[in-house]
């Protein structure tokens, strides 16, 4: 069983930012591809990030310019500087992960291990 850990998140004004982390356990001779997601109400959840396991990263074209995906390899751990926030941005992000090659990183379908959650909020 792989759990995702992640922290981050909270309630802030337009233009503010944030990061989240997540972390996944460390396993011998275990790589993984990792990306974020997002889930606002009556939505479906959404690629926002991912980082493959040889540092290949992918954006949403809505986030493209303001957020940043990036890793500490050494500790298992993936990051996601939210700046720029806008209310459209509010939404549950989630943290994902995979032990096999990602086809579309931005798909949900692509991951097996999911993190808890964390409510991220942008006031107008």
């Known amino acids: 069983q792989i759990r995702l850990v992640e922290s981050g998140g909270g309630s802030v004004q337009a233009g503010a930012s944030l990061r989240l982390s997540c972390t996944a356990p460390?396993?011998?001779?275990?790589?993984?591809?990792m990306g974020w997601f997002r889930q606002a109400p009556g939505k479906e959840r959404e690629g926002v990030a991912a980082?493959?396991?040889?540092?290949?990263?992918s954006y949403a074209d809505s986030v493209k310019g303001r957020f940043t995906i990036s890793e500490d390899n050494a500790e298992n751990t993936i990051f996601l500087l939210m700046t720029s926030l806008k209310p459209e941005d509010s939404a549950i992000y989630y943290c994902?992960?995979?032990?096999?090659?990602?086809?579309?990183?931005?798909?949900?379908?692509?991951?097996?291990?999911w993190g808890q959650g964390t409510q991220v909020t942008v006031s107008s």
């Open positions: 980082i493959d396991s040889d540092g290949e990263l």
């Open positions: 994902a992960a995979d032990v096999s090659p990602l086809v579309r990183p931005l798909s949900p379908d692509d991951y097996h291990y």
């Open positions: 460390k396993y011998p001779y275990t790589t993984y591809q």
